[in-house]
């Protein structure tokens, strides 16, 4: 899985590029489509080569153009909230990474592999998550400060489901 993590992380990074290469919607789709492939090794094939397009298409002068850099964070984004970015992108603005359970939480921390306890290995990584169910959540507040700067962002908007309210503590 961290081969098929890291060729995730590696795609959604095309949004540091400015203009971006193409629109956060796209990378949303191949970020969320990835969590309905079970091929974890053919994923990472296709995401491999897809970076590979998009990058020879950028250099060949093909982007998003110039516009205002998104950051959504809060609940996981799928299905019916993907309305979001349609608006974000729809009202001259570009969102160019995802800081929730879609996004760069769920690819962003390998498992270390060169350790005696895999299972322990597996444990680590998954505590480290920044996720709003952990308290303190400093791995959160990390992630999204090296987010912004990273993906040069200009605005942050936070989803919050109406049921998923352990996002909505830490919006303060």
């Keep these: 899985n961290n081969r098929a993590n890291q060729a995730l992380k590696d795609f959604n990074g095309l949004m540091k590029y400015d203009p971006t290469p193409i629109s956060g ?48 964070t809060g609940c996981p984004i799928g299905g019916a909230t993907e309305k979001v970015i349609r608006a974000v992108e729809e009202n001259g603005g570009v969102v160019v990474g995802y800081e929730n359970c879609t996004g760069e939480k769920a690819i962003g921390i390998q498992v270390d592999e060169n350790v005696e306890d895999i299972y322990e290995a597996i444990s680590r990584r998954y505590l480290a998550i920044g996720c709003s169910v952990m308290t303190p959540n400093n ?15 200009d605005g942050v908007v936070e989803m919050v489901l109406q049921a998923c309210n352990k996002f909505r503590v830490e919006s303060k």
């Design 139 to 153: 791995n959160r507040f990390k992630l999204l400060d090296e987010m912004i700067d990273e993906y040069k962002v």
């Design 25 to 72: 919607y796209d990378v949303f789709k191949v970020l969320y489509g990835s969590t309905f492939k079970f091929d974890r090794a053919a994923l990472a094939e296709e995401v491999i080569a897809l970076k590979q397009k998009t990058e020879e298409e950028y250099k060949a002068g093909k982007h998003f153009g110039k516009r205002p850099r998104i950051l959504i």
